[in-house]
């Protein structure tokens, strides 16, 4: 069964930055178009980012210029997501998974929250 896992979250202040991953177990990574989504308390989750299996990225409206840039490894099976001035509007939790629909189980996710 293929997995995946992602790490990186953790407490910033607004402005600060993270770089999120997310490593794909049981499968190569390059056979999948992967995005980033997340779900803060009490909304859907949505989609934030996704790239290409050739590496094109595309970002979601509400993505600022500059503000996510999502990169994939398909050597050591990761995609990642950096994250720049951060806002209170970030905090959730971010998961990584296939689009446009995801079909891996979901992982646990990573908690973000930006908060002086």
């Known amino acids: 069964q293929v997995q995946v896992v992602e790490s990186g979250g953790d407490l910033v202040v607004p402005g600060g930055s993270l770089r999120l991953s997310c490593t794909v177990i049981?499968?190569?990574?390059?056979?999948?178009?992967m995005g980033w989504y997340r779900q803060a308390p009490g909304k859907q989750r949505e989609l934030v980012a996704l790239i290409t299996a050739h590496g094109h990225a595309m970002y979601s409206n509400f993505v600022r210029h500059g503000h996510f840039t999502i990169s994939r490894d398909d050597v050591k099976n990761t995609v990642s997501l950096q994250m720049d001035n951060l806002k209170p509007e970030d905090t959730a939790v971010y998961y990584c998974?296939?689009?446009?629909?995801?079909?891996?189980?979901w992982g646990q996710g990573t908690q973000v929250t930006v908060s002086s």
């Open positions: 049981g499968n190569s990574l390059s056979l999948y178009e």
């Open positions: 998974n296939t689009t446009p629909m995801a079909f891996l189980s």
